[in-house]
Nanobody
Framework: QLQLVESGGGLVQPGGSLRLSCARS?????IGWFRQAPGKEREGVSC????????NYADSVKGRFTISRDNANNTVYLQMNSLKPEDTAVYYC????????????????????WGQGTQVTVSS
């Protein structure tokens, strides 16, 4: 089982930025970022394939969030800019352990291993 560790969460004012990191052990075909706010279902935020050639974003974060990866350091990043109060949630990264058929997806059921999450709070 892969180990995934998220970091970089915190409290930020609206309009601010945070960069989340997902450090992983072992080989993956891709990494997805997800979030879950209190009382809501877990939703996909972004994903990236192993090569970085395939990325995907939820409509709610397009133009504000950027996913990237550093395979040499086994780390995937989620740069979050122009944060809004509705971005407040626990953010999780997850590993895809089978090859993608048509690019990465942000469907939680397509991922096998999950981190423990990091809290992001956007508030003034």
């Amino acid at each position: 089982q892969l180990q995934l560790v998220e970091s970089g969460g915190g409290l930020v004012q609206p309009g601010g930025s945070l960069r989340l990191s997902c450090a992983r052990s072992g080989f993956t075909y891709g990494i997805g970022w997800f979030r879950q706010a209190p009382g809501k279902e877990r939703e996909g935020v972004s994903c990236i394939s192993r090569s970085g050639g395939s990325t995907n974003y939820a409509d709610s974060v397009k133009g504000r969030f950027t996913i990237s990866r550093d395979n040499a350091n086994n780390t995937v990043y989620l740069q979050m800019n122009s944060l809004k109060p509705e971005d407040t949630a626990v953010y999780y990264c997850a590993a895809r352990t089978r090859p993608w058929v048509l690019g990465c997806t942000t469907t939680p059921g397509h991922y096998a291993d999950w981190g423990q999450g990091t809290q992001v709070t956007v508030s003034s």
